[in-house]
């Protein structure tokens, strides 16, 4: 699949280049510009197909072209009468065959491609992240490293991470274009694929399956990293210190509010397990509020007093009591600073 | 086409419910819809297949089924299935008094097999807790089970309405073709039983 | 009872002549009135996406009332339009082409009409009562469609439900009508192809229409009545819905694509004055087609996780569609060549079809490529895919069935430039709103999203879509000028407008209600051309001037089809309060009650004496 | 309508052959309780691997169901064509929407 691909593909790059120069396409979300294997993947058979598809457009407007120009009705033609062909075994013939020998052209590798990206063999070595969908969020648990987090995930470059996804409520679909195609999070089955980036970056996530009002704004990040930084983060998640006094003033009135409105009982911050909603240790260094927000002060207090306004339908309207504007912009402080590593979106070359 | 197709030897078409083009578009129509049934048991069917181990805690197959029941259950069903062709020899025939008195036969079989089903579900219900509730095997269970019960009973009703109707009137060729449709419907009913105890019971009680 | 007399009684006696028709042309009329409406608002709720999605997050519709919007447009589209529409085209032309003076079951014909219209006016009220429309989609994937909230998705499931089973009874009788009735001398191998068509997609309606019934029975189950089908925590299976929905849903695009490349093989021979090329290939293509139809559901479901083995079987079986249907699009070419084209409306949509249906079969094989579909699967890629084959496909053909056969079914002819100018703004109109769309889907837009967000590159391109499907809409709208202007002051039509071939054309535009004074005597491929060509241009009779057995005329298909709908309400609101299960009990027993009196009471029809025919004037 | 007035005596010879046509039915009724009865009892007895037992009974049901189509319901005889077409392609789509939901069982 490698060798005269390769060469259609650095053309099609080209031209593709071209495309996005133009603007047609953000960086870090295209399926058209991949950074990971499973997205390369795919791109080879978009290719590939594209080629064949283009092949076959171009022989069926030959023809229909020559029909229009010279068979069209002539003025003083309406007597005539044409020919009353029955048809013609060898025309029918060849135009079965030439379709069926690009569909196998087609076929052949996406078999091939399809058990490569199944295969699941080597997950035993290297790094499983157990994900789960929310409506309408994401949590990332890194089971063998002992911490959550949500929202942003963050990986190492160029090794494949396993990804072991389930849903708590309905059906969601877990995708990164840029990195790899997607697939479902089932409620009743653990589904696992695979991320290996090969470039540094911040890549968009999506929900890709219909799951309530705010399933446009399901958003997620994937924050690949070089593999030290990736160990430097996670010995700094480990090391987090949850019970950290804030520094200012303002900022410890939040922590007291925090406890108080009873957002401890579905936010954790550090080890303390939680699913209801979204792992908040480390939410100053969030490349996004609640997946699509710019992580400003003035949303984060937006968020905090009328969340049904920003994300209809989800799950933290009304569970709380209502805040006032001032004990909101106090809660933002202290949530602006739990930050525990140097390893941030930002350093990975932000969105 | 006059009112009055009265068969009498002298007059008989050999296939009495194809003889006329509103009889073969019945035949025929409803062979159709029997292709169409065929899928529509299929799909409980496979349904029941994936969700038959999801019990849910609640009781399992092994647990519940016993084979006797069902045994006699089977044999009345496959007999119904027999005397309905009875009844057709005699339409062919044109011994109408005959035929009806199957027909009665058949349908008191297909009332005998409800009447078991019924006492089979409450079985079930009251001694098992076991319920259309209780577990994703349970409502596949109910569900399946319960669309061929509905199915004899829509069946029983349909000849009773038939036996009824045309009790007064003898056999013609206008109604002719809708005792031999109901006959193939009774057929099929049956058929899917077959499955029904071999893929629900049978194969439920070796697990 | 001709046209003109009923024209001069009364609107309550003309309404009333309709409700209780069992004539297939009139019940013709009643599928197009129908699904026309239908696709106006399907059409309005297109209208209504397109401009929620003309500007980044913007908030014309709010989040909940969008993914109503998107599900009642698929579904209104799919089963109150689309289907509908050919079933009426069906209804108008096949017993024509194949020699009948009806179908094989009248009343059935008629309750099938009924059903369909009430299921579609049960789906619509769900806009008025019971806390909103459905809004999981038109797939109505679990558990989403299970924890959906109001009775939305309840409106669905007995919607579609009544109206499924009235397509059900469509598709049985066209097969039997097709099996016992066609004229002496039509063998199987001399159907039009518009007939054969019709034949396999009945075919497929029957086999997939049970898979869908199934499905809305257990959704109902669930939602109703407690059962666990898809509780995860009793053990049920939410994938159970999607293998049940799409062995319905695949063969149900293809009994949207049918009849139309019957319709297109149908006008390309005519209207190039060829034979068809390659006939008995067409139709053993179509079967192909059909059979291959119910193998490859699962293309819908490769992100499903099923693993790498089914994934390779559904995406091979999926790209061999690509042969049968090549052939098609080959022969239809061959067929125009060497013809002598005649470019009017008709043949504009035509020539419009190729091209774009050939984009949108493409799309649909780069889809079926598994690992590209991981990229593609729930994104505007998978939306434009589908709107080029269905509104490439079916709606053009549609359109082009409509000014083809408007004269045989209404005695007169479309106003040609109008409906040039319709084509070309829709044409237009429509590649400009769907063919942006493949690029959004892979620049990381996916569907059913409300909104899309700033900044993501993505704002160009829905600009474009948006301003293409207004272009649509104009088209449309002159349209329905065109239909108006044509009933208030259309040219008549002549019997024979386009030099027809097969039997439709040999009798008048509109045919009388007995279709055939006599019935026809098929002697070859295209019968009346045969006889053109041996220069007699009239139909042999094959049987001598009888009299015509009539079938009559039932309000019972409307009565039936109303329980049912009052037993529907009943269902959705007897969660609410019991006391609704009155409506489940009057509404069934008024069902039953009209059933038990259509099987009791003998209905024989009536004769049109000899003597009445001779009397009529040719 | 009524285009197969030609109308046939009940003859003798039409009788004998009725009455052959009923002595085939009885002989299948005959084998269908056989099968049920090896059916049952191959699950009753239960000495049988579930992996031989499953087949068998499977293979029983499906030899009595066509019992049942082809001689109840006339599926052998002439006319049944399209009927018979029909059937399989029914059982047909029945396959394979059997295939689709077992392959959730092993998925
Ligand atoms: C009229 C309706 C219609 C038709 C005809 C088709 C036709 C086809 N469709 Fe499409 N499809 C839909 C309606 C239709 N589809 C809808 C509604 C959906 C989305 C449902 C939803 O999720 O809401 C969908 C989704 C859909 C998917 C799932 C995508 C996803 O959700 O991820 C796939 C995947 O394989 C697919 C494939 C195909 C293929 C291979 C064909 C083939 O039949 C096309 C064959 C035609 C050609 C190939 C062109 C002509 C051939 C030649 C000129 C010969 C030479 C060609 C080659 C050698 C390639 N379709
Ligand atoms: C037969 C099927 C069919 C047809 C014809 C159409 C036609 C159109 N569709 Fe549709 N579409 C679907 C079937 C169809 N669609 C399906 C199945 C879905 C998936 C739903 C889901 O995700 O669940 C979908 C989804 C869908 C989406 C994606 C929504 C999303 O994922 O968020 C979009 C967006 O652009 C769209 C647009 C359009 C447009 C612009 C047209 C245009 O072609 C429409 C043209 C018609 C008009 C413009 C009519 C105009 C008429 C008037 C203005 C007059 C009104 C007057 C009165 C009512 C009196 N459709
Ligand atoms: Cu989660 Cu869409
Ligand atoms: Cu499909």
Same mark, same amino acid.
């Given at each position: ?90 025309? $029918? ?94 409620? $009743? ?69 925090? $406890? ?92 | ?23 073969? %578009? ?67 025939? %044109? ?76 056999? %013609? ?35 | ?126 806009? @008025? ?48 009508? /097709? ?45 109703? @009545? ?64 059909? @059979? ?246 009239? /139909? ?31 269902? /959705? ?46 | ?11 003798? +010879? ?14 299948? +009724? ?36 066509? +019992? ?40």
């Amino acid at each position: 699949m490698k060798g005269w691909m390769g060469k259609f593909k650095s053309l099609f790059l080209l031209s593709m280049l071209a495309l996005v120069l133009a603007g047609c396409g953000k960086e870090n979300l295209t399926a058209l510009v991949p950074k990971g294997y499973g997205a390369e993947s795919s791109m080879n058979l978009i290719i590939l197909s594209t080629v064949i598809m283009v092949f076959v457009f171009l022989i069926v407007i030959l023809v229909y072209t020559i029909v229009l120009i010279r068979f069209r009705r002539k003025k003083g033609q309406e007597g005539y009468i044409p020919k009353q062909v029955e048809g013609s075994k060898t025309l $029918e013939t060849v135009w079965t065959i030439i379709p069926i020998i690009l569909v196998v052209t087609l076929a052949v590798p996406t078999v091939a491609a399809t058990f490569d990206l199944a295969d699941e063999s080597a997950s035993a070595d290297g790094i499983n992240i157990e994900v789960t969908g929310h409506q309408y969020w994401w949590h990332f648990n890194y089971e063998e490293e002992e911490f959550a987090t949500s929202q942003d995930l963050y990986i190492p470059v160029g090794e494949r991470v396993y990804v072991h996804m389930l849903s708590s409520d309905v059906i969601h679909s877990f995708w990164v274009p840029s990195i790899a195609g997607k697939m479902d999070v089932n409620p $009743e089955n653990v589904n696992t694929m695979y991320l290996e980036a090969h470039e540094e970056g911040v890549y968009w996530g999506k929900c890709a399956e219909l799951c309530g009002p705010s399933h446009s704004l399901m958003d997620f990040k994937v924050i690949a990293v070089s593999p030290e930084e990736y160990d430097q983060w996670v010995s700094d998640m480990q090391n987090a210190d949850p019970e950290e006094e804030p520094q200012d003033a303002v900022a410890q009135d939040g922590k007291a509010l925090f $406890e108080e409105n009873n957002c401890m009982s579905c936010h954790a911050i550090g080890s303390a397990p939680s699913a209801v909603g979204p792992d908040l240790t480390n939410f100053a260094n969030r490349s996004r509020i609640a997946g699509y927000l710019e992580p400003t002060k003035e949303n984060l207090v937006d968020w905090l007093m009328d969340p049904e306004s920003l994300k209809p339908g989800n799950k933290m309207t009304g569970a709380y009591p209502a805040l006032s504007e001032e004990e909101a912009d106090s809660i933002a402080e202290y949530l602006l600073q739990l930050e525990h590593s140097e390893i941030t979106p930002e350093s990975a070359g932000g969105l | 086409m006059s009112h009055d197709h009265s068969l009498n030897p002298e007059t008989m078409p050999q296939e009495p419910e194809k003889a006329t083009l509103e009889g073969r %578009n019945k035949f025929y129509g409803l062979w159709f819809f029997l292709g169409g049934e065929t899928v529509l048991f299929a799909s409980f069917f496979g349904t029941y297949i994936a969700l038959r181990n999801s019990t849910a805690g609640g009781p399992a197959s092994t647990d519940l089924f016993g084979l006797g029941l069902v045994f006699a259950m089977t044999m009345i069903l496959l007999t119904s299935s027999l005397t309905s062709v009875y009844a057709m020899y005699h339409m062919k025939n %044109n011994d109408f008094k005959k035929m009806q008195l199957w027909l009665a036969i058949t349908a008191f079989l297909g009332l005998s097999f409800l009447a078991l089903e019924i006492y089979e579900f409450t079985h079930y219900i009251i001694d098992y807790g076991f319920t259309f509730r209780s577990s994703a095997f349970g409502s596949a269970f109910y569900t399946l089970v319960g669309f061929h019960g509905g199915h004899v009973t829509f069946g029983i009703a349909w000849l009773m309405a038939l036996m009824v109707r045309n009790a007064k009137r003898g056999l %013609n060729l206008y109604n002719a073709p809708k005792f031999y449709t109901f006959s193939l419907y009774w057929h099929f009913i049956d058929v899917v039983w077959v499955f029904i105890f071999t893929v629900v019971y049978l194969m439920g009680r070796v697990g | 009872m001709s046209i003109a007399a009923t024209q001069k009684r009364g609107f309550g006696a003309f309404l009333w002549d309709y409700i209780t028709t069992v004539d297939h042309k009139k019940i013709a009329h009643l599928y197009l009135f129908g699904g026309g409406f239908f696709f106006l608002l399907g059409g309005l709720e297109a209208m209504i996406i397109r401009i929620q999605l003309a500007t980044p997050e913007n908030d014309f519709i709010s989040a909940g009332l969008y993914n109503e919007m998107i599900t009642m447009h698929g579904t209104t589209m799919i089963f109150l339009a689309a289907m509908p529409l050919l079933l009426g085209l069906m209804n108008a032309v096949m017993p024509l082409q194949i020699g009948a003076r009806d179908v094989a079951f009248p009343f059935l014909n008629s309750l099938g009409f009924w059903l369909f219209m009430f299921g579609g006016i049960l789906l619509n009220f769900s806009w @008025f009562m019971g806390g909103g429309a459905p809004d999981a989609g038109w797939t109505a994937y679990a558990p989403l469609s299970t924890q959906s909230p109001g009775h939305g998705v309840d409106f669905y499931v007995l919607g579609l439900q009544i109206s499924g089973a009235g397509t059900l009874m469509g598709g049985i009788n066209f097969l039997a009508t /097709i099996v016992t009735m066609r004229a002496p001398g039509m063998t199987y191998m001399r159907m039009p192809l518009f007939s054969w068509a019709t034949f396999i997609t009945s075919v497929l309606i029957l086999f997939a229409f049970p898979a869908l019934t199934v499905g809305l029975f257990l959704l109902m189950f669930d939602r109703m @009545f407690g059962s666990a089908f898809f509780d995860v925590a009793l053990g049920g299976n939410t994938i159970i819905w999607q293998h049940l929905f799409w062995i319905f849903a695949h063969p149900e695009v293809y009994i949207l694509i049918l009849p139309v490349f019957g319709v297109f093989s149908d006008i390309t021979a005519t209207l190039s004055k060829k034979r068809l090329f390659g006939y008995t290939a067409m139709v053993f293509a179509t079967i192909l087609i059909a @059979f291959l139809g119910f193998m490859v559901w699962a293309h819908h479901m490769f992100t499903v996780g099923l693993g790498p083995v089914a994934n390779s079987i559904f995406a091979i079986a999926t790209m061999a569609i690509a042969v049968p249907t090549g052939i098609k699009i080959f022969n239809w070419l061959a067929t125009m060549w060497g013809g002598s084209i005649t470019i009017n409306s008709a043949m504009l949509w035509t020539l419009g079809f190729i091209p774009s249906f050939t984009i949108g079969g493409m799309t649909g094989i780069m889809l079926a490529s598994a690992v590209a579909d991981y990229q593609y699967h729930d994104t505007y890629f998978v939306v434009a895919h589908f709107h080029y084959v269905i509104v490439g496909g079916t709606v053009f053909g549609i359109m082009a069935a409509l000014h083809f056969w408007w004269p045989k079914m209404f005695g007169r002819i479309l106003h040609e430039g109008m409906g040039k100018l319709t084509f070309w703004l829709f044409f237009v109109g429509f590649h400009l709103t769907f063919f942006v769309q493949h690029f959004l889907g892979l620049m990381g837009m996916p569907r059913r999203y409300w909104v899309f967000l700033e900044d993501q590159g993505l704002d160009t391109g829905n600009m474009v879509s948006t301003i293409g499907a207004f272009l649509m809409a104009v088209g449309v709208v002159i349209f329905l000028i065109n239909v108006f202007y044509t009933w208030a002051k259309g040219n008549k039509a002549p019997a024979d407008p386009w030099d027809g071939r097969s039997l439709e054309w040999a009798i008048s535009s509109p045919p009388p209600y007995y279709n055939f004074k006599q019935t026809p005597l098929v002697r070859g491929l295209d019968p009346l051309w045969v006889e053109k060509m041996e220069g007699k241009g009239e /139909i042999t009779p094959a049987e001598p001037l009888g009299d015509i057995h009539m079938p009559n005329s039932s309000i019972l298909p409307f009565l039936i089809s109303l329980g049912f709908t009052i037993a529907g309400f009943g269902f /959705i609101f007897q969660v609410d309060h019991s006391a609704y299960l009155i409506l489940v009990f009057a509404g069934i027993g008024l069902a039953l009650l009209s059933m038990l009196i259509r099987s009791l009471k003998d209905d024989h029809g009536y004769h049109i004496k000899k003597e009445e025919l001779e009397r009529e004037a040719d | 309508m009524t285009n197969n007035t030609n109308t046939n005596h009940v003859d003798s +010879f039409e009788k004998r052959k009725k009455k052959e046509e009923m002595k085939k039915q009885l002989i299948s +009724f005959a084998l269908m309780i056989g099968f049920t009865i090896i059916a049952f009892i191959a699950v009753a007895a239960d000495v049988m691997e579930p992996m031989f037992v499953v087949p068998l009974i499977l293979i029983l049901a499906v030899v009595q169901v066509a +019992f049942q189509f082809y001689y109840f319901m006339h599926m052998k005889d002439k006319d049944h064509e399209m009927p018979a077409t029909l059937m399989y392609g029914g059982v047909w789509a029945a396959a394979l929407t059997l295939a689709g939901l077992i392959l959730i069982v092993w998925w």
